[in-house]
C-alpha cells in the first residue's frame, strides 16, 4: 500500500527556500521526486500552489515551479475534496484538509495549528518518520 499525502502550501515554500539538505521539508520534497509516497491533490491547492509560489517575494524560478506542479499532476491523484463544516483560521486552509479527507491521505503541514485536530494531519518530520527518511 503506497503512502497517500497532500502537501501543504508552507512545506513547499519551507523546502524551496531550506539552506539545510536534511531538513525535513527537503527530504519531503525529494521523497515526492523520487515517488515514494503519492501526492494527492485537487484543483483548489494547484490555484493555492501557483498563487503562493508564484509571489515576488519568495524569488522562486518560474520553472522549478512549473516543473513542481507538472510532477504533481503527472505522479500525482487528482481527487474531489470532500466536505467539511469544520472552521479554519485561514479559508485558503481548507482545500487542503478537505482533498486530503477525501482521499484517506495524511496532509503535512508545518502549520499544525491551521488545522482541526485529526489524526492524519502530521507535521513534515512525522511524516518523515512515517516514510522512514
Same mark, same amino acid.
Do not use: W
Given at each position: 500500500?503506497? %503512502?497517500k ?5 508552507? %512545506?513547499? %515554500?519551507?523546502?524551496?527556500?531550506? !539552506? ?10 525529494? =521523497? ?19 498563487d %503562493? ?5 519568495l524569488?522562486?524560478? =518560474? ?9 504533481? !499532476? ?7 475534496? =470532500? ?10 486552509? !481548507? ?17 499544525? !495549528? ?10 513534515? =518530520? ?8
Amino acid at each position: 500500500m503506497s %503512502v497517500k499525502a497532500v502537501i501543504d502550501t508552507n %512545506v513547499l %515554500v519551507s523546502s524551496f527556500l531550506s !539552506k539545510n539538505p536534511n531538513s525535513p521539508t527537503v527530504r519531503i520534497a525529494n =521523497a515526492f521526486l523520487d515517488g515514494r509516497f503519492t501526492p494527492v491533490y485537487s484543483r483548489g491547492m494547484i490555484d493555492e500552489y501557483v498563487d %503562493v509560489l508564484g509571489r515576488d517575494y519568495l524569488n522562486l524560478q =518560474a520553472a522549478q515551479v512549473e516543473e513542481l506542479i507538472g510532477h504533481l !499532476k503527472t505522479s500525482g491523484e487528482e481527487v474531489v475534496p =470532500a466536505e467539511s463544516n469544520e472552521n479554519f483560521p485561514d479559508p485558503d486552509d !481548507k482545500v487542503f484538509f478537505c482533498t486530503a479527507l477525501a482521499d484517506d491521505a495524511h496532509l503535512v503541514t508545518g502549520n499544525m !495549528k491551521h488545522y482541526p485536530p485529526a489524526n492524519f494531519v502530521v507535521t513534515p =518530520a512525522q511524516f518523515c518518520e512515517l516514510l522512514g527518511i
